[in-house]
């Protein structure tokens, strides 16, 4: 029972992802990668707002390796603002 649980609570995650479609809405790649990390740090700000993209911003350093890729390939992040926050650690 467990497992179908896991699956259809990961179905439901998606499917909020994808369908959120707000003005300035992140891609698709970007919501499938960062969305462990939405659910374990922002999940109290509605995906795509203002709020959930400064939750994201304070907890930078505590995002997954997959989800700070997909920002840099997205553009929401640069590659020299994350190589600054790496070496001020």
């Known amino acids: ?4 649980r896991t699956i259809l609570a ?7 992802l994808v369908m959120s479609s707000q003005a300035g809405a992140v891609s698709l790649s970007v919501k499938l990668a ?4 939405y659910y374990a740090h922002c999940s109290q700000f ?7 993209r400064k939750c994201m ?8 390796q997959g989800c700070i890729g997909a920002l840099v390939a997205a553009g929401e992040v640069s590659k020299s603002t994350i190589q ?3 070496a001020a650690k």
Do not use: E, F, Q, Y
Request: hydrophobic letters at 30%.
């Open 57 to 64: 911003r304070s907890v930078g350093r505590n995002l997954s």
């Open 10 to 16: 990961s179905a439901v995650t998606l499917s909020v």
């Open 34 to 37: 960062c969305s462990s990390d």
């Open 84 to 86: 600054r926050k790496v």
């Open 46 to 52: 509605t995906p795509d707002s203002p709020g959930v």
């Open 1 to 4: 029972m467990t497992k179908i």
